[in-house]
């Protein structure tokens, strides 16, 4: 792998070479290079999960100030599942990066799902270990956390009852929802949708259903009251 070009990308320069190479290391590779002084990066997958829901934890805790702990737990899930951990490997084409052995190569290891989310955390375990909890934080402030505020994981969030749980809190106060416009051809449309509190419009919402839009609308006016 080419340390010097991967910290380039990421704009990390870590202390500990060996370190960032472990991580991208498989355990097929190390099999077949024995002559070699190789370790593979199972145990820093072990300790990256742990990083990862507790970094995930604190951004949930503190961002979202309203939300109850269990829908605090479903969306940590939602994020640090294996198909979240693909997508955020795939982004950064942490497959290129991957030491493979020939065999795991050539059938198709460097493209599968659980190899890339495996990859992904075992570097947050060595970006911990190199250069601590703060650098990991950065880090996940520049490629997973802004996933979470656009609204990549709000299938797994019933935005639409937390605000009324929040609403209920003040009296004489009504939500209603309003899809305001419909776009696109009947194959691929997006709705717009409107959150009204007190005939005031307190969020808009995009999506490819109105219960999505309305979700969305509902997650603008959640930020919206807790900021």
Same mark, same amino acid.
């Given at each position: 792998? !080419?340390? =010097?070009?991967?910290? +380039?990308?990421l704009?990390?320069?870590? +202390?500990?070479?060996k370190?960032? +190479?472990?991580? @991208?290391?498989?355990?097929?590779?190390? !099999?077949?290079?024995?002559?070699?002084?190789?370790?593979? !990066?199972?145990?820093?997958?072990?300790?990256?999960?742990?990083?990862?829901?507790?970094?995930?934890?604190?951004?949930?805790y503190?961002?979202?100030? =309203?939300? /109850?702990? &269990?829908?605090?737990?479903?969306?940590?899930?939602?994020?640090?599942?294996? /198909?979240?951990?693909v !997508?955020?490997?795939?982004?950064l084409? *942490?497959?290129?990066?991957i030491?493979? &052995?020939?065999?795991?190569?050539?059938?198709?290891?460097?493209?599968? /799902?659980?190899?890339?989310?495996?990859? @992904?955390? $075992?570097?947050?375990?060595?970006l911990?270990?190199?250069?601590? *909890? #703060? %650098?990991?934080?950065? @880090?996940?402030?520049?490629?997973? @956390?802004?996933?979470?505020?656009?609204?990549?994981?709000?299938?797994?969030?019933?935005?639409?009852?937390?605000? %009324?749980?929040?609403? %209920?809190q003040y009296?004489?106060?009504?939500? $209603?929802?309003?899809?305001?416009? #419909?776009?696109g051809?009947?194959?691929?449309?997006?709705?717009?949708?409107?959150?009204?509190?007190?005939?005031?419009?307190?969020g808009?919402?995009?999506?490819?259903?109105?219960? #999505? =839009?309305?979700?969305? $609308?509902?997650?603008?006016?959640?930020?919206?009251?807790?900021?």
């Amino acid at each position: 792998m !080419n340390v =010097a070009q991967l910290e +380039k990308q990421l704009d990390i320069t870590f +202390k500990n070479h060996k370190l960032l +190479k472990q991580a @991208f290391t498989h355990s097929s590779y190390v !099999n077949e290079h024995r002559e070699e002084v190789f370790s593979d !990066n199972e145990r820093l997958e072990f300790l990256g999960d742990a990083v990862l829901e507790l970094g995930v934890s604190q951004y949930l805790y503190k961002k979202n100030t =309203a939300m /109850p702990e &269990g829908e605090m737990t479903k969306l940590r899930a939602s994020i640090v599942c294996e /198909p979240s951990l693909v !997508n955020f490997a795939r982004d950064l084409n *942490f497959g290129d990066h991957i030491l493979l &052995g020939k065999g795991e190569e050539q059938t198709g290891g460097r493209e599968r /799902p659980a190899l890339l989310a495996d990859v @992904f955390e $075992a570097f947050l375990g060595a970006l911990y270990l190199d250069l601590g *909890f #703060e %650098q990991v934080l950065k @880090f996940l402030e520049e490629h997973v @956390f802004p996933k979470i505020t656009t609204g990549a994981f709000s299938h797994a969030m019933d935005y639409k009852s937390q605000l %009324q749980e929040l609403i %209920q809190q003040y009296r004489n106060q009504v939500v $209603a929802y309003k899809i305001v416009e #419909e776009k696109g051809p009947s194959h691929n449309k997006e709705f717009v949708a409107q959150v009204i509190i007190k005939d005031n419009i307190s969020g808009v919402g995009i999506g490819r259903t109105k219960k #999505e =839009a309305e979700q969305r $609308a509902a997650k603008a006016a959640l930020d919206k009251f807790t900021e």
